[in-house]
């Protein structure tokens, strides 16, 4: 197990699918205020997501220095970096606009 996890984690092209995949939720909530599946109907549970999510984002933009990712990118498309920038820059912007009452709590959750 532990060593396919390490196979999807070295696989820029797993990253960039697992990144855009989550953009695409978060614009889906942008625009409807809810995701597809039973635990996107709940604000709440959405809301739990969502500061998952930016952990997640946080922690590879930080910990991964764009010029690591772009020594060993032979990929074509966007970098992985970029796309958690603009996942941070669109959640923020979301719990600003969808949770304004809860902004504290999804500061102190990062």
């Known amino acids: 197990r532990e060593e396919c996890l390490s196979v999807l ?3 820029g092209d797993f990253l960039r699918y697992s990144v855009s995949v989550a953009l695409q939720k978060i614009q889906q909530l942008e625009e409807t205020g809810h995701t597809d599946g039973p635990e996107g109907q709940s604000p709440d549970k ?3 997501h969502l500061c998952d999510i930016t952990s ?3 922690w590879r933009y930080t910990n991964v220095p764009s010029t690591v990712e772009d ?3 032979k990929e074509k498309g966007q970098s992985v970096s970029l796309l958690c920038l603009e996942g941070l820059l669109r959640v923020f912007t979301t719990v600003l606009q969808r949770y304004p009452t809860r902004m504290s709590n999804f500061l102190s959750s990062l």
């Open 46 to 48: 959405t809301f739990r």
């Open 9 to 11: 984690r070295s696989s």
């Open 56 to 58: 997640v984002l946080m």
């Open 71 to 73: 020594a060993g990118k």
